[in-house]
């Protein structure tokens, strides 16, 4: 069983590895990538990967609706419009495949503004708190879920 993946990731991200390693690591998000691709070539499968960053909220939006019917399971780092968008939690309403939603840091452990998250509540699980190794782990778990599914 071979399915399509897509890896969203939000404002800032592309900033990954150059600011704050304390909080987010010394990987870049093209090393996170990689490794992601590398991981699913290892599982096998074939499965189908497209990995995207946008520091704009609309064209996540966008990207959400495209996989609507196109793409069988999204994992998502919203970044931080994990903790404001309506616009997203609501593309991600509309999308019926399974939905993960992904933070580098657990923001619980954060200012209380990042406490909330609009993702959550519309995202199947939710991973925080394990560094950028949570891609890898997201995205085996997504893989896992779909073929419970399928
Ligand atoms: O922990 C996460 O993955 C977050 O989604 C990251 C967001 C933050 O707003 C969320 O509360 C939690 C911020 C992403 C910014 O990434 C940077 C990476 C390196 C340097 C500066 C920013």
Redesign the pocket.
Known sequence: MSFRLLVLN????N??????PE??GHDTLADVEARCHALLAAMGGNHELVFRQSNHEGELVTWIQQAIGTVDGIMI????Y??TSVAIHDALRAYQGQTIE????N?HL?EPF?HVSYVAPAADAVI?GLGVAGYEHGLEILVRKLGEKA
């Open positions: 939000g404002p800032n991200l900033l990954l590895g150059t600011r704050e909080i987010y780092n919203a970044g931080a994990t903790h992904l933070h580098i840091s923001p954060r990042r925080a």
